[in-house]
């Protein structure tokens, strides 16, 4: 039959392509077809129904399947007025999202959207467009009155960096994607705001990215002011829905200009996009843990790449993945989309020196008595001086709680949690003891609950047995502690870091929360008192992210650059030899890399070579196991694996969380190509593998994994 004839023979219906929010393992991957009477442009939103369930979807790119009868086509239920269809690009980002991390379209382009769209009926979403252009008429209004904050005359070293990027944008080919490597206080942000400048100047919208939820209202500030006026929103889970919708579409609109948010915003609709920057890029925030485990970094370098604008990653401590690609001798065949252009900032605005870093050889130092070994005497001493001159300390030990685990010395009782592979941590201020895994929490009990005796003491210690042994030691001093606990509820966090800049607080003990962008002016000095454990860890990005930490909280101390003179970064080790600490002792981010670039290299590991993770969790190891072991049988049999290497299964680090037995197995390939070859054939036979797995309860894969 004919085309026209066949077309003629019908209504006048249209086929459209719709992803729905169905999640792999239902089997439907890819967008399906339904029929509507108006033809709708694709990134349309609509509502469909899906057996007897009505959802939202959107109109995907692409030619339906003309084969199939019309009649076996359902219609869309209807079109969601006055929201403009997204674009072809955001559809091919989503698209290639999907791809990459192995979800279905419609999952992921679902679940990147404001959650609150889905819920909203048309007069609500009309009355919500009809506030979004009230507010964005105030918001020209504003920039009317605005008067910008002065700008600060650039350094020669941010010339430097802007004039390259200048000649990198008048050159009419894509930009390739930029490392601006600069240690902390260098002055990357100055560059950020410029370079954001320059897009807006052009009336293009610019994206902000940064590692985590906290560090928002911090850099927001600062691109408020220098932008007054301008319309700015963030996006971020820590808002409320309705927040977000609103955010999200002022985006879609166009009418925001600076979107800045964590991880999801990479996929904010931004029509006239011109501009991404990603801080912090190194941050293991930006990779998405659950779901789509989608690396944000990555992906925003795909998104300017495919918009031909520039991306810029900014860190002091690059990830050894971006590091790679911005050397001169790296292979541009190894990455897809070509070398990185490196731009440094080599100092500290101001010329302030970093910190020096002195390591305490563990071995040596004296412990007076009745200190313990994470407050040596040296240690007090420092923190002493800094009390008499009204200096700040910072004092950084990444494991919560007081004691990690209770013991009774009599029958070798631990305090174990019944659910999972882990000790449950011994929390003083509410007298709980709790498992970090599942969140089991019980009274910490008055005696060894298997032999009675009474006497039962922590092992090791935890920020909250910290800060209680400063208090004993430093007595006047005034302590406050920032980790997780301390933070739980809303505008804890602000109030305590509003506590430390106003100089109510002499020392701050805290986890890695801590040492993440907070400008702190008054520190002068920033002891880790026990970071070797990262040293012999079986996850072999572990040095590279302790490297990272101690820098950032180096960065801590002397922000100010009159007192970065007598500013100290203390390390306590049992390894003073380490080469981690020699490097970390001469600031010297690039000779680190550099040997930690070979050692992957010689090892196989990334960036060298790509990884993905196959893990499945079941009732008992044996299930689990069992559908890894048939899942590599299935693998070595298509002709894709002769590419990679499938390693055996292994229980993970922390096998049995809440009575689930976790197993993961490795696959390795030298070429990204070659594993996604393998994963696209492989993984879609395992939905029908699992159903053969009795106490199977999940499987997922991880797609260039942070931790294996
Ligand atoms: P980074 O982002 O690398 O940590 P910032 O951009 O925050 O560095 O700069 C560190 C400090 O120096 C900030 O207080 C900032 O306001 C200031 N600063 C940055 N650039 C300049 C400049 N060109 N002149 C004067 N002060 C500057
Ligand atoms: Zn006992
Ligand atoms: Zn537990």
């Known amino acids: 039959m004919s085309e026209a004839a066949f077309s003629e023979a019908q209504p006048p219906q249209h086929r459209l392509r ?103 009926d048309a007069a609500q979403l009309k009355m919500r467009l009809k506030k979004l252009d009230k507010w964005a008429a105030e918001q020209a209004r504003a920039a009317a009155d605005a008067s910008p904050a002065q700008k600060p005359e650039l350094s020669p070293a941010q010339a430097e960096v ?73 996006l971020h889970s ?50 998405q843990q659950d779901g789509a485990r989608y690396s944000a970094r990555d992906l925003a370098v795909y998104r300017a790449h495919q918009l031909k604008i520039p991306v810029m990653l900014g860190s002091a401590t690059p990830s050894l993945e971006s590091w790679q690609k911005a050397q001169a001798a790296s292979p541009p065949a190894n990455t897809v989309r070509g070398r990185y252009k490196l731009l440094r900032l080599p100092e500290r605005i101001g010329g302030g020196a970093m910190p020096r870093v002195r390591l305490f050889d563990m071995k040596t130092l004296p412990l007076s008595k009745g200190v313990t070994t994470a407050l040596t005497t040296p240690l007090l001493e420092a923190l002493r001086k800094r009390l008499e001159r009204g200096e700040q300390s910072l ?19 631990k305090s174990d949690c019944p659910h999972c592979s882990a000790w449950r941590v011994f929390h003083k201020g509410d007298r709980t ?43 006047g001093a005034r302590v406050l502690r920032i980790d997780a606990d301390s933070t739980k509820l809303k505008g804890e966090l602000e109030a305590q870091l509003h506590a430390v800049h106003s100089g109510e607080v002499d020392i701050v003990v805290g986890t890695q929360m801590v040492t993440k962008g907070h400008d702190f002016r008054r520190i002068t000095l ?11 860890s079986s996850d072999f990005r572990a040095p590279e992210r302790l490297f990272a930490l101690l820098m950032q909280a180096g960065g801590r101390a002397g ?119 393998l994963l696209w054939h492989w993984l879609p036979e395992l939905h029908a593998l699992k159903r053969e797995h009795k106490g199977l309860l999940r499987w997922a894969v991880d797609v260039d994994p942070l931790a294996i």
């Open 18 to 120: 719709v992803a729905v929010d169905a999640p792999q393992h239902s089997g439907i991957s890819a967008p399906l077809d339904y029929l509507s009477e108006q033809a709708l442009p694709p990134g349309s939103l609509v509502r469909v129904p899906l057996g007897r369930r009505e959802l939202m979807g959107i109109v995907w790119p692409g030619e339906p399947d003309a084969s199939t009868e019309p009649a076996a086509l359902r219609p869309i239920l209807g079109c969601m007025e006055g929201i403009p269809p997204l674009s072809a690009a955001w559809c091919s980002l989503v698209e290639f999202a999907a791809r990459y991390y192995q979800r279905s379209i419609g999952e992921l382009a679902l679940s990147v959207l404001p959650p609150q769209l889905r819920e909203l």
């Open 162 to 234: 802007l004039g390259q990027l200048d000649a990198l944008l008048a050159s009419a080919k894509a930009p390739p994607p930029l490392l601006l490597y600069g240690v902390t206080g260098s002055g990357k942000t100055e560059v950020y705001l410029r370079a954001a400048e320059h897009a807006l100047s052009q009336g293009r919208q610019v994206l902000v990215l940064v590692p985590e939820i906290n560090l928002t209202p911090q850099l927001e500030a600062r691109f408020a002011e220098r932008f007054a006026g301008r319309a700015i929103v963030s």
């Open 238 to 287: 820590g808002l409320t829905p309705a927040q977000r919708l609103r955010h999200w579409l002022a985006a879609h609109a166009g009418q925001a200009e600076l979107v800045l948010g964590t991880r999801l915003a990479v996929f904010a609709s931004m029509p006239r996009l011109g501009l991404i920057v990603v801080d912090e890029e190194h941050d293991p925030s930006y990779k």
């Open 395 to 413: 004092i950084f030990l990444n494991r919560r709680g007081y004691a990690p685990v209770l013991h009774c010395a009599e029958c070798n009782w």
């Open 433 to 475: 003891l709790r498992c970090h895994h599942c969140g089991f929490t019980q009274r910490v009990p008055s005696e060894c609950p298997t032999c009675g005796n009474q006497d039962i003491a922590p092992l090791g210690r935890g920020t909250e047995r910290l800060e209680e042994q400063l208090q004993e030691q430093l007595p």
């Open 526 to 536: 920033v002891a880790a008192v026990n970071p070797d454990g990262a040293l012999f």
């Open 559 to 677: 922000r100010d650059a009159e007192q970065a003179a007598r500013s100290e970064m203390w390390v306590q080790t049992w390894h003073p030899e380490h080469a981690l600490y020699k490097a970390l002792a001469r600031h010297d981010y690039e000779a680190f890399a550099q040997s930690q670039l070979a050692e992957r290299e010689s090892a196989g590991l990334p960036p060298f070579a790509h990884l993905a993770l196959l893990r499945a969790e079941g009732r008992t190891a044996e299930a689990a196991k069992g559908f890894l072991d048939a899942a590599s049988r299935w693998a070595r049999s298509l002709p894709e694996a002769d590419a990679v290497l499938i390693y055996p299964s292994i229980p993970m680090s922390v096998a049995r969380v809440a009575n689930v037995e976790r197993m993961q197995m490795l696959v390795e390939a030298s070429s990204r190509s070659a594993l996604q070859r």
